[in-house]
């Protein structure tokens, strides 16, 4: 089995995106041939600092353009990182950590700072195990510190990039033009915005990630124009999605306006134009699409390069205020589109659609084989945790969330974080709320909640992830909701957990209506943090506890541990129980979790918690940082007798079995 560590970092949307993209295209060509891990080491060492240092450096691109321009001027021109190494201590025995227990045939950086950290591990000389390789996600305008590092290889997304380097010294050998590692997605979807003949208005993407303000008066602007049908993209800022739908009025053609969506590839290949800022990622998957792009800002550094690429290839132009966009598309449409066709053919020559597919090989053959990992459980663990009838020990978190509300990773990396930590069962519950009370209104507002009209795509994402999840980790993957029913004070205030959701469920329904339409379902209801949280902020949900009479006959179970938290009063009143993470960021795994002993299925889960025979809880731990077979290696540690409950053993300490 070969292996492939991918290193990012959360400074920029590129990153991410080209790391994930070539773990998607490994795993989609080579399933049963690699391994492929990705680990963000500055937020694994650095945590509140990275997230704060994360969001400096946001502000300063979005709202002091120049000010980072500068920055990015210092660290081009100096040898800023080389003489700060000792800032990175932390993650230098981090990363020798990981190295060490993991053992890649073949690393990637997808931010450059990484090479520096491996440079300075391997100072003594000792010779590498593994390749190395540079995904470099910046066009044109390509920051020294990319190419000032040692890296076997550096992958560029165009030939302009790679005269960059080649002006810089880099060797030829070294150099390597595969294009942007879009999704792969793009290789596989059809074009047919040109071929159908069609007559009518030209549809253009606007995605509303700069100049907010002027936004709405462009919008009513521009949906009055009867050559273009509009589809507007506002990511999870409410306020100005209201702004937006109060500006609509009588449209010439109809306008879609989309919140938040992980659909962008085919919203990219579904229509004629792009207006956006000149963001990496996004100009990348742009030119993927075959897309002309009009863009509207430009943050010096970085960026300057990504316009560059779409202006000096005629593949479309840059228009930074309102004014300047309507002439854009004035431009592109008179006089028989001959402006947007000659984008359109411009910006095929550059079209490397398959990118991420060719770095993958290109991996693929860089890394030498090695024996298989060991499986989910050795063997002999196994046979240990399996009883006669089937049944075996199952390491579950049923209490989730992910950026479809407040959490920091998608469905996809929620499966990949909680899959190589050897868990069994995964419920994924975003925060809704009940759209019929004020406090619910509000907090829809917010973006830090689902929203009705993100539930179908919800639904979707997590039901193409459940055979994914079962055939690379054999982890069940359930659907769910936690269900925010919020009052003015702690005691009017319950959330309540959906576990294995089939459909959506209104969130305006009452309490009681809302627990019959899960068991309806065939779900689980459970009370969600329903006693005092004492070990970090927030409100308080004691509806539940103060109503117990009425509640505990409905519900299945009640979170007798959440995140840090143990509700004693839970476990003295003998209430059926369960132990959740509260996941919102990948620390959060380090926390209180349930563990069954029963079969492998579903249902099976589900009968055994509302029952609450052979169900104990356990806080867990992992010291590898994003790695992981352990978890379910030391739930085998368990011993568990023949119709009797879990015995507690050393080294996985459990609490609050059941006696029944």
């Given amino acids: 089995m070969k292996k492939i560590l991918i290193f990012t970092a959360g400074f920029g949307e590129g990153h991410n995106t080209a790391a994930r993209n070539i773990r998607d295209a490994v795993e989609h060509i080579a399933p049963d041939e690699a391994k492929v891990e990705v680990l963000d080491l500055f937020d694994a060492c650095y945590g509140k600092l990275n997230d704060l240092v994360r969001k400096a450096y946001i502000t300063a691109i979005n709202r002091t353009p120049r000010v980072w321009g500068k920055i990015y001027s210092v660290i081009d021109g100096t040898q800023f990182v080389e003489s700060n190494m000792a800032m990175l201590a932390k993650m230098k025995r981090a990363m020798s950590d990981v190295l060490a227990e993991l053992e890649p045939d073949a690393v990637v950086s997808t931010y450059p700072i990484y090479n520096y ?40 997304a165009n030939g302009d990039t790679a005269n960059v380097l080649r002006n810089a010294g880099v060797p030829e050998q070294q150099m390597r033009i595969f294009g942007f590692p879009v999704t792969y997605r793009f290789a596989e979807m059809p074009d047919n915005r040109y071929r159908s003949g069609e007559k009518g208005p030209r549809r253009v993407l606007y995605l509303i990630n700069s100049g907010k303000k002027e936004a709405p008066a462009l919008v009513r602007r521009l949906c009055k124009r009867p050559d273009l049908q509009l589809t507007i993209i506002v990511g999870r800022d409410r306020t100005l999605r209201k702004e937006i739908e109060s500006e609509i009025k009588a449209p010439a053609n109809p306008v879609d306006i989309l919140g938040w969506s992980n659909r962008l590839p085919e919203l990219l290949m579904g229509h004629h134009l792009v207006i956006t800022k000149a963001g990496g990622a996004t100009v990348q998957e742009s030119i993927a699409a075959r897309t002309p792009v009009i863009i509207s800002q430009v943050v010096p550094g970085q960026e300057e390069g990504n316009a560059r690429l779409i202006v000096e290839n005629d593949c479309g132009c840059l228009a930074p205020d309102p004014e300047a966009l309507l002439e854009a598309l004035d431009g592109a449409f008179n006089h028989g589109e001959r402006r947007l066709q000659t984008w359109v053919t411009n910006i095929s020559k550059l079209s490397k659609p398959d990118a991420s597919l060719q770095i993958a090989r290109f991996l693929l053959e860089l890394a030498s084989p090695e024996n298989a990992p060991p499986k989910k459980l050795p063997h002999f663990l196994r046979t240990q945790s399996e009883g006669k009838d089937g049944r075996s020990i199952l390491l579950c978190d049923l209490h989730t969330h992910s950026v479809y509300s407040d959490g920091k990773l998608t469905v996809r990396e929620l499966v990949d974080f909680y899959g190589q930590r050897s868990f069994d069962v995964l419920c994924v519950t975003d925060h809704i709320c009940d759209h019929t009370s004020l406090i619910g209104k509000m907090t829809n507002l917010s973006g830090l909640v689902l929203t009705i009209d993100e539930v179908e795509e919800y639904f979707e994402t997590i039901e193409s992830e459940k055979k994914r999840a079962l055939e690379k980790y054999r982890m069940i993957l359930m659907a769910g909701f936690e269900f925010n029913k919020d009052g003015l004070a702690k005691k009017s205030s319950a959330h309540l957990l959906a576990v294995d959701l089939k459909a959506p469920i209104d969130p305006g329904l009452s309490i009681i209506q809302t627990i019959a339409e899960i068991h309806s379902q065939g779900g689980l209801a459970i009370a969600s943090h329903p006693h005092e949280v004492k070990t970090r902020w927030g409100k308080n949900t004691l509806f539940f506890w103060e109503n117990i ?27 059926p129980f369960v132990a959740n993470s509260d996941f919102h960021k990948p620390k959060h795994i380090f926390s209180w979790k349930t563990v069954l002993f029963c079969n492998k299925d579903a249902e099976a889960i589900k009968q055994c918690i509302r ?41 996985f300490p459990t609490y609050g079995i059941n006696l029944a």
């Fill in 611 to 651: 029952v609450n025979r052979d169900v104990s809880i356990t806080l867990f731990r992992d010291h590898r940082i994003g790695f992981g077979y352990g978890a379910s290696e030391r739930a085998a540690r368990f011993d568990f007798a023949e119709n009797e409950s879990a015995k507690e053993v050393v080294e």
């Fill in 117 to 156: 950290v491996i440079d300075a591990i391997f100072s003594d000389g000792r010779p590498k195990s593994f390749s190395q390789s540079t995904v470099i996600t910046d066009s044109i305008t390509v920051n020294s510190i990319w190419y000032r590092c040692v890296s076997d290889y550096f992958l560029v």
């Fill in 549 to 575: 009479d009425r509640y505990a006959p409905l519900l299945d179970a009640w979170e007798v541990a959440n995140r840090d938290d143990l509700f004693n009063p839970i476990g003295l009143k003998r209430l």
